[in-house]
C-alpha cells in the first residue's frame, strides 16, 4: 500500500482530501502545520507529499526546501495544494522542487491524477 503524506492546517480539508486518499486504498498520514509534516515525513517517508502553501510555524516551500536537503526525503514526490493559484506562485514553487501544483478547491479526479503519475 502505498504511503502519502497530506500536510494542511485546514481541519476540513486535511479530513476530506485524507477521506478521498484512503477510499482508493492509500495508506493516509496527516499533518497539521509544516513543522510536523516535515518530522512525519522524516519518519514515515511517505511516496508522496501533498502539501498546503500557507501554514502556521513553517510554510510549504520552507517544508520543501527542508525536505530537499534531506538525502532520505530529496527524490520524493512532492505536491502543492493551495488556494494561491497566481502564476508567479506557481512558478516559485516549481523553481523550488516541487513536481506539481494543485490549486483549491481541488476534485477527485485533479487529486488522484498527479499523484498516479508521481507513483509511476
Known sequence: MKK????E?????RRNLATILKMEKFDVVQAENGRMGLESARKE?????????MMP???G??????????P??????FIFLT?????????????LGADDYLTKPVQKVELLTPIAARLK
Open 61 to 70: 516551500h520552507a517544508v520543501l526546501q527542508a525536505l530537499r536537503e534531506d
Open 83 to 95: 488556494a494561491k493559484g497566481e502564476k508567479q506562485d506557481l512558478r516559485s514553487g516549481m523553481n
Open 9 to 13: 492546517d485546514e481541519p476540513e480539508m
Open 57 to 59: 510555524e513553517m510554510d
Open 72 to 77: 532520505r526525503t530529496m527524490t520524493t514526490p
Open 4 to 7: 502519502i503524506l497530506v500536510i
Open 45 to 53: 517517508l511517505p511516496d508522496v507529499i501533498l502539501c498546503d502553501v
